[in-house]
């Protein structure tokens, strides 16, 4: 029933910038925790970062802090992350993910009970 959808990835430069979306379907964003996850090819699913309900927490992975920005928008259902000073190693596909339990550091890919289908994001000259 609860479904998310990412939307916003590409194909940039490095040093560029992306913002995602994930609209959630089915439920409220207010709900959940949000994360946002990404995988490269090889490579096993790994934390970004989350938000908690009313945006009170926020946690990043250390290799973004300082230029990946992780907001939500509880009136329109949508999650964003915003992605500047992109570099190549930041190229993986990217998952939005749903967390009924509210906690401010949710990192772990068993913690989360609902994922989108993800968004490619390739960074590359």
């Known amino acids: 029933q609860v479904q998310l959808q990412e939307s916003g990835g590409g194909l940039v430069q490095p040093g560029a910038s992306l913002s995602l979306s994930c609209v959630v379907s089915g439920g409220t964003t207010s709900t959940y925790t949000m994360g946002w996850f990404r995988q490269a090819p090889g490579k096993e699913r790994e934390f970004v970062a989350n938000?908690?309900?009313?945006?009170?927490?926020?946690y990043y992975e250390d290799s973004v802090k300082g230029r990946f920005t992780i907001s939500r928008d509880n009136a329109k259902n949508t999650v964003y992350l915003q992605m500047n000073s992109l570099k190549p190693e930041d190229t993986a596909v990217y998952y939005c993910a749903a967390k009924q339990t509210d906690f401010y550091y949710a990192a772990r890919v068993r913690e989360y009970d609902y994922w989108g289908q993800g968004t490619q994001v390739t960074v590359s000259s």
């Open positions: 938000i908690t309900r009313r945006g009170s927490y926020i």
